[in-house]
């Protein structure tokens, strides 16, 4: 009986261990559990079904061994030799094997709950770690949408929403530009798109090379087949054909003059087939406001002056057309009683937009009408007439400086 008891206190004692141990280690590690829930669980149950099936191995074992022991007992009474010692002996061995098999595997399971955890509390780490980066670069993308946002609120609003250019810098500001770029090799006329600074929008102009230099042409007589007695909008705008007879525009005139200095060549041909030229050295037309009042001086050529004359002279004169009378004869209107308009005086001793005549006489002589320049003939209609403009500073030849 001693040794049943023995054997009995052993085993419960080891049972308690067991289960106290799994107890005291589920305390410790329920925290981290919670993050692993269903792992845990589990486990747990797996651990509880081997406990239940120990517990119920062990109870299986105490049902039967007391029989045994009493047996073994009756047995040592009734066999003083001792025999059946051995099997009690191989019983008790049995025993022990099954409570190290199950203690190796609760062992076992809990060194694997225990590396689950630790696996999970690595990758939470690296979550939070994860999650601190983040959280970083989000602040310096918030800073920066901030610092862009500022940025662009200060901007002039030319800086945000850049209008539109008319695209000035691809056109050239004259036919000397051309000229002076290359764009010009060769003598004859050229149609070439101008714009110039104030222009809103470029033209079309003709430009002829003369001297090494790209004049533009804002004039030009030659058959009488455009007609010239026209009113202020038609000279302001301008009119004809650029091929063959035409004025140019005032308005454009002024445009392309005012953009810097400008010189003034007039061609001209009598009815002889004779050609003279005019040259002045500045050439300028005011705005419409001004009525395009003609600035020129600096004359030199073969034509004689009949453009700024001391008696005469057509220099600060504004401009006329049969509609707007701006000359200085009080009692007439010089564009309606000639025909063209012009720079009037009163009237003019130059007058080249008047009527064409093919055999280069009036038909009255005190008429004077016709296409006019008074120091070539004051009485007689020239054939042809070409005015061009180009600037001055351009004009200077190496022997000139
Ligand atoms: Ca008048």
């Known amino acids: 009986m001693e040794l049943k008891r023995t054997l009995q206190g052993t085993l419960l004692c080891l049972f308690i261990f067991l289960v106290y141990s799994e107890d005291t280690e589920t305390k410790s590690s329920r925290r981290r559990r919670c993050r692993c829930k269903k792992y845990i669980e589990k486990i747990s149950k797996d651990i ?13 074992y105490l049902t039967h061994s007391p029989n045994a022991l009493s047996n073994v007992t009756s047995d040592l009474i009734l066999d003083q030799n001792g025999l059946k010692i ?13 409570l ?34 983040v959280r970083n670069l989000t602040m310096v993308v918030e800073k920066l949408e901030t610092s862009m946002r500022n940025k662009i609120d200060k901007a002039p609003r030319t800086m945000r929403h850049k209008p539109k250019r008319n695209k000035p810098e691809l056109y050239p500001k004259d036919c000397d530009e051309v000229y002076q770029s290359g764009g010009m090799k060769y003598l004859g006329d050229y149609y070439i798109m101008v714009q110039p600074e104030k222009a809103k929008s470029p033209f079309k102009c003709v430009c002829k090379i003369i001297d090494g230099a790209g004049w533009t042409v804002i004039q030009r007589r030659q058959d009488g087949r455009e007609n010239f007695s026209r009113n202020w909008e038609d000279y302001k705008n301008g009119f004809g054909d650029l091929q063959n007879e035409f004025w140019l525009g005032n308005e454009k005139i002024h445009q392309l003059t005012t953009q810097g200095d400008y010189k003034l060549k007039i061609d001209m041909e009598d009815m002889d087939g004779k050609k003279w030229y005019a040259e002045y050295d500045r050439f300028q037309v005011s705005d419409e406001r001004d009525l395009y009042r003609l600035h020129v001086n600096g004359y030199h050529g073969t034509a004689g002056d009949s453009l700024t004359p001391y008696w005469r002279t057509h220099d600060g004169m504004p401009f ?14 010089c564009a309606e009683d000639y025909g063209g308009g012009w720079w009037y005086n009163d009237c003019y001793e130059s007058h080249l937009n008047g009527k064409y005549y093919h055999n280069g006489s009036h ?20 054939n042809f007439v070409e005015i061009m403009i180009k600037p001055t500073d351009n004009t200077k ?4 400086i």
């Open 48 to 60: 509880d079904s081997r406990l239940q099936a120990f517990e119920s191995r062990f109870e299986q």
């Open 86 to 98: 051995d099997s009690l002996t191989v019983d008790m061995n049995k025993t022990r094997e099954i």
């Open 100 to 133: 190290q098999k199950e203690s190796y595997t609760l062992r076992q399971l809990k060194e694997n709950m225990y590396t689950q955890e630790m696996s999970v509390d690595s990758l939470t780490e690296n979550f939070k770690s994860l999650d601190f980066i």
């Open 320 to 333: 006329s057309t049969r509609d707007r009378d701006n000359d200085k004869r009080f009692y007439d209107n």
């Open 363 to 382: 038909n009255d002589y005190f008429v004077r009408n016709g296409i006019q320049w008074n120091s070539i003939h004051a009485y007689s209609s020239l």
């Open 397 to 400: 030849l190496p022997n000139d």
